[in-house]
């Protein structure tokens, strides 16, 4: 067996059953991915459209392409057709785009808002105040192909586990605060190097990358 599927196995073996993993195969060749498809894993998460794009058409249709990465709104007609839950929406104007796109397939998009939880300065995402907006305007009452299933969050990257662990419980206090209200199931934290601190903050869907596929090489 190859290494990636071992990787997948052992990871999936040390979750509990109702945790999502998202294998993040970012800048990863197909036949990555393809072991880890045989390996049993259906989920890929990827930060390009493009590169998204292009992989779709290569693999086998029943995976599921989760879009984790910061998106451009000129970007979203490409992947409306077949992406199944997009993390990174962090303003209305996107939210409307993803609408828009949705509808011309006739198909409802999930989608996770984007919450900024890190301090350091470079992290995307929402401020509390503005999701609890969002979530409360007429406008996105309005909107019929895009549904809201929960919230995203990215910690700072440090050794410093306790600030990693606050970052994250802000997160699920706003979670908790609105998963009733707004029908809220996801709560997508943690990545290969603080998934185990993530999980104990209640997150429920993690995307992990090197930890499953190496190191990246960017050129
Ligand atoms: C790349 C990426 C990940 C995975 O990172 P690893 O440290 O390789 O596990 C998770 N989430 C987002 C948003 C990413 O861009």
Known sequence: MSNISQNIEQLKAQLPA????????K???LTDLMQAYDGGQRIFGENKVQEMVDKHGQMPSDVQWHMIGHLQRNKVKYMA???ELIHGVDSMRLLREIDKQAAKHDRVIKCLLQARIAREETKFGMEFSEIR???NSDEFAGLEHVQVVGLMGMASFTDDRQQVLSEFSSL???YHELEDLHELSVLSMGMSGDYPLALQCGSNMIRVGSSIFGARNYH
């Open 18 to 25: 109702d945790i999502t993993l998202v294998a993040v195969s």
């Open 27 to 29: 800048t990863k060749p």
């Open 81 to 83: 057709g077949f992406v």
């Open 133 to 135: 907006e969002l979530l």
């Open 172 to 174: 699920q206090q706003l």
